[in-house]
Structures are given as structure tokens and as C-alpha cells.
């Protein structure tokens, strides 16, 4: 049975602090604990199978005391016995991970008529009961036949109360019985018959079970806690808490109560260092565009044959999946998703039909399953891969580094450019201008700043934090055959920040740090803008330059006042394959 509940939504842990009493009164009684208990939510009612034993599997990793159930463990509701005798058996089956007691409380798929009764106290034992851990006192009671507290039998309502007077000096007393009648009356401030003695004799909290979803509430001090399925028919309700299980910590400051979801609670060794190692691995060469689709000046693609190679590089386990496209409006891929299966250690190319007719950001995101180890997965996501180009002019006489930018051998700006995440950049404008000959690259970048006085820009030292102050920044790779990558950055001062950055499949991202460029700069600061010119020596890059050529590209704009940036290309990365191409014209 499903009910709607209260309560707003919540991540993967919920944390629903309850604490009551007070640090004096628990010293007086002497409860120095903490004591830490699981609460498993119903298996049952239209269960799915697999759940309940990953969720015991879960509670035995964070190894608590003991375990509670709130019922609904078999399916029942058969009057053929060897069927439930087999049920019982394949449930208690299921709690072979745990090394803690656990205390079962009966609900209507377990008992439902005297013969299931009978078969219940064969398998478990009494439908109702007390125990003591520590200073603590905690009660099951059996509502698995009765629709209300006042159907609960005499008999069972006399045991009840004969235990909580004999155990009224217990620290704190818990009680657990499996229908919520208390959601139906006290929670909407009708009288119930079994609230009422609870709160006359001081017990602290309540669980139950039942309604396969969470909500909780306080009344007359009592902790009222409807755990929601740990297998049975779930209803995330408004939370979007799934499976899970209520985790249960008592000590010196009260009592506090935590909803754990399925798939919360991981082993230590759920990913080895070798494993991400692999991993890294993975997202550098699993998925290799052959070569970039190339972006217009309009910042359109043309109707593009897109070739990828898929690389398996588990030595062990097979790729099985199906390969998908995330395709936002104005893009098109064809085919938008496709199966893909690879034996271990081996490749497959793909080929894809690509092309946009509107605005360049976001675009499409490609993703797959790898195989990293026995039983786990990498979702590797890669964007499509796109390169747009700017062109370095040969420059038949240098430019005068001065920092003006005012000989007509500066020429064609770039000046689109993009905000972080893809929308129109949201800085002041900005203009970079690139130039080459023999010896050396020039570039320069004329920013616009309308409140130049706010400008920050204080680091002098080379490889100072240039890049967090107000700055430009480029990386520049030579030889797009190498994974050879150099960082330089420089702000308002004339002030350079570079380094070297490797990439390889086997050891990802390698800064070098104590690399250190030779470069002529010079920076100027008028009322509304600042601007840089530089040249750089080609030396350094092991490289000459010559018509035609390409190098891989990516630059820009660091604006504090706004706490944001405007790249060329989106995102900024040290890897190259997220460049775009500077041609040497």
C-alpha cells in the first residue's frame, strides 16, 4: 500500500535530526553509549527482486549493533505452506551478510491468519516481544491483522503495558510495529488508543513500515518514523527517496535518525587506485574523434561525416552497450544512438553524420560504458568535438612592442567569444590579434573596461597567480601531432604565468611548473581599457613556423568585476582535443 507523504526533497542522504532529552539526563542514566542500529523498510508488496539483499549488504558495511525490521519480509497471502515455508527460508537467506542480531517485527505478508501465525513463530518466533541493549528498551508489537489500535487484542494491550512499567527507567524506549496507524490519528489530531499509552509512559520514538514511502513526524515528544521500502513497491514520494533504510544513532545528546539510500553506502574499496588510474585512461582515449568537426564563421556546421574510434581497454571484460547522443536543439546526429560491442583489448570505428543550424553551444555529448573491472563501469561523456579557426598573420615588419596595438599589421581581431558555459559572453569586450614570422609569435589583446579602476591586478613575479586576477591566458600547442601543451597567461602588469603540460594516455595531465618562457611584454592602462602586446620567441617551442601550418588553439578573457570569463572555445582545458585550430596564413 502507497501514501503520499510530506517533507521537501532531499539528496541521496536524507538527515532528519530528531534530538531529544537532554546531556545531564543521559549522564544520570547512564547511557555513555553511542549505540548505532539499522531500521530495513518492507521487502515485500509487489517487491523487486535483489533490493533487499543490496540493501542488508549496505547496512553490514557500516556494521551497527543490531538491525530492526518493520515487516513485510515474504510475500505470504498463500494458503499453501510448502510455498511460505520457502519463502521464509529465501528470506532468511537474504540476511546471511550480516553479523549483527537482528529483531524482526511481523506485518500483514508475514501474518495474516493463525495458520501464517503458526508458520511466523516457527520461523521467527513471538509476533510480539522486548529486549534491553545497554540502557535502551525497545518493543515489538504485531498490528499485522488489525486495521487500528483499537482492534489490537486484550491480551497483547495488557503485555504492553506490564513491560513499559517494568522498564520505565530504561534511558530511552523504542517501539516498532508495522501498520502507521498513528498517520491516519495522531497525525491529524484524532484520539488513538496506543499513542495515548505511549505518551503516558514516556516512550521516545516509533517506527513502522507499510506504506513504502518515508515521512516522519513529533507528537507529544514522540519520534514517529514511517520507514518506505527496502524492496516492496516504492513510491519516492515527494523526496524522491527511493529505497533505503533509517539509520539510528543514540548517545549522550539523544536520539538521531538517518535515511540512507540504496546505493549510499559503498565498500572501501569500491574504486582502487588502479581502478581510477584506469579510468583515467579511459576518458583519454575510450572515445577518439578522428579528426575535429569545423565550426564556420557563422558558428554553424556543415552536413559533416564524423568517424570515432571506440577503444576497449579492459584486457578482461567485454564492451557491451548502447552508445547515445544527448543532441541539443539546432544540432543534428545521425544515428542517435547505436550498439556497440568490443572484446577486451580491441577498437571499433563508427561513423556518424553531424551538422547545426543555430547556435554553436551546447553541443552534443556523446556517452558510453566502459568496463574498468569485474562487475563496474565508467560512463565516459565526451562533447563532440569541434575546432574553430583563427589565423596568425605573417608579419613582413615586427610589431613595435609597446603595447598600443595601433600598426595596421594588426589586423582581423577575434572578438566572439563565449562565456563559460556556452551562452553569449556576459565581460566587457574584448579584441586578440596573433601574428608570426621567422623567429618569433606576436600576440596582443585589447581589453575594454568600463570601470577601469576595478580592475585587480597586483602579482609582478613571474609565475605569480596571474590567472586569478584580471588577465589573458593561451594555450598554444606547436605541434598538433604531440601532446605537448604551453600555458602563458598575463595580466594588466605585464606579468606572466607559464608552464608545460603533457598529455599521454598513460600519465593523463602533467604540469610542468618549472617550465619558464622568454618574452618581451608590454601593457598599457587607459580610462576605459588595458591592453598587452608580446612576442615570443619560437625557439622555446622547438618549432618553426610556416604558411599554412596549424597549431592547436585555445585563449581568454579573466575578468574579475564580473567573476567570469570569455573563452575562445568552450570548455577551457588542457586537453587539446577541446581546442580549436590557429592558422598561420
Known amino acids: 500500500m502507497n501514501k503520499c507523504g510530506l517533507f521537501q526533497k532531499v539528496s541521496m542522504v536524507l538527515f532528519v535530526t530528531l534530538i531529544i532529552g537532554c546531556v545531564a539526563q543521559a549522564e544520570a542514566q547512564g547511557n555513555d553509549c553511542p549505540i548505532r542500529f539499522a531500521v530495513i523498510g518492507d521487502r515485500t508488496g509487489g517487491h523487486t527482486p535483489g533490493i533487499y539483499g543490496q540493501i542488508v549488504k549496505e547496512i553490514e558495511r557500516l556494521k551497527p549493533d543490531f538491525v530492526m525490521t518493520v515487516g513485510d519480509m515474504i ?125 503516558n509512559f514516556g516512550v521516545d520514538a516509533v517506527f513502522t513500515g507499510h506504506y513504502h514511502i ?15 521500502s527496502s524492496g516492496g513497491g516504492c513510491d519516492p514520494g515527494p523526496t524522491g527517496l527511493e529505497y533505503h533504510f533509517a539509520w539510528v544513532t543514540v548517545d549522550k545528546k539523544g536520539i538521531s535518525i538517518a535515511l540512507i539510500k540504496m546505493g549510499g553506502v559503498l565498500p572501501w574499496d569500491e574504486v582502487t587506485a588502479s581502478d581510477l588510474k584506469f579510468i583515467d585512461k579511459i ?60 572484446k577486451p583489448g580491441e577498437s571499433r570505428t563508427v561513423e556518424f553524420k553531424v551538422k547545426s543550424e543555430a547556435k554553436l553551444y551546447p553541443v552534443p555529448v556523446l556517452s558510453a560504458h566502459f568496463p574498468y573491472a569485474q562487475g563496474k563501469n565508467y560512463e565516459l561523456e565526451k562533447d563532440l568535438r569541434i575546432a574553430r579557426e583563427a589565423y596568425c598573420y605573417r608579419a613582413k615588419t615586427p610589431p613595435v612592442i609597446d603595447g598600443e596595438i595601433s600598426e595596421p599589421v594588426w589586423k582581423n581581431p577575434v572578438s566572439l567569444l563565449f562565456s563559460p558555459d556556452g551562452n ?31 580592475i585587480i591586478a597586483g602579482v609582478t613575479d613571474h609565475d ?9 591566458g593561451y594555450f598554444f600547442q606547436p605541434d598538433i601531432g604531440k601532446g605537448l601543451v604551453y600555458q602563458v597567461y598575463f595580466n594588466p602588469l605585464g606579468a606572466v604565468f ?50 599554412g601550418q596549424k597549431w592547436g588553439l585555445n585563449f581568454r578573457r579573466k575578468q574579475k568585476r564580473f567573476n567570469s570569463s570569455a573563452d575562445w572555445q568552450v570548455p577551457i582545458t588542457y586537453d587539446p582535443e577541446t581546442y580549436g585550430f590557429l592558422i598561420m596564413k
Open 498 to 547: 607559464d608552464q608545460k603540460i603533457l598529455v599521454s594516455p598513460e600519465a593523463g595531465f602533467d604540469a610542468e611548473r618549472t617550465w619558464n618562457g622568454t618574452y618581451e611584454v608590454k601593457s598599457i592602462k587607459g580610462s576605459d581599457f588595458w591592453s598587452i602586446e608580446a612576442r615570443i620567441p619560437l625557439s622555446q617551442f622547438e618549432i618553426a613556423i610556416k604558411p
Open 214 to 228: 518515508y515521512f516522519g513526524g513529533e507528537y507529544d515528544e514522540i519520534i514517529y518514523t514511517g520507514v518506505g
Open 75 to 199: 510475500e505470504g497471502y498463500t494458503e499453501d505452506t510448502t510455498v511460505v515455508n520457502k519463502e521464509w527460508k529465501e528470506y532468511k537467506s537474504l540476511l546471511t551478510p550480516l553479523t549483527a542480531p537482528i529483531y524482526f517485527t511481523p506485518g500483514n505478508h508475514d501474518i495474516w491468519d493463525d495458520a501464517s501465525l503458526e508458520l511466523y513463530e516457527n520461523h521467527i518466533g513471538k509476533p510480539y516481544y522486548s529486549f534491553d541493549i545497554k540502557n535502551l528498551h525497545f518493543i515489538i508489537l504485531d498490528n499485522s491483522c488489525w486495521e487500528s489500535s483499537e482492534e489490537l487484542s486484550e491480551k497483547q494491550i495488557d503485555w504492553l503495558i506490564s513491560d513499559l512499567e517494568k522498564h520505565k527507567k530504561a534511558a530511552y524506549t523504542f517501539v516498532f510495529y508495522h501498520k502507521p496507524f498513528w498517520y491516519e490519528t495522531t497525525a491529524e489530531d484524532k484520539n488513538d488508543t496506543l499513542h495515548s499509552l505511549l505518551r
Open 283 to 342: 576518458y583519454l582515449v575510450g572515445i577518439d574523434f578522428e579528426k575535429p568537426v569545423f565550426v564556420k564563421e557563422d558558428l554553424t556546421v556543415a552536413d559533416t561525416k564524423l568517424v570515432i574510434e571506440f577503444n576497449n581497454l579492459s584486457p578482461d571484460f567485454e564492451l557491451e552497450d548502447t552508445l547515445h547522443w544527448e543532441i541539443p536543439e539546432g544540432w543534428f546526429v545521425e544515428p542517435e544512438s547505436l550498439f556497440l560491442k568490443i
Open 424 to 454: 553569449p559572453m556576459s565581460i566587457d569586450p574584448v579584441n586578440f590579434y596573433f601574428l608570426y614570422d621567422e623567429k618569433n609569435i606576436y600576440i596582443a589583446a585589447y581589453c575594454k573596461d568600463l570601470k577601469i579602476d576595478s
Open 464 to 472: 605569480g597567480a596571474v590567472y586569478a586576477e584580471d588577465c589573458v
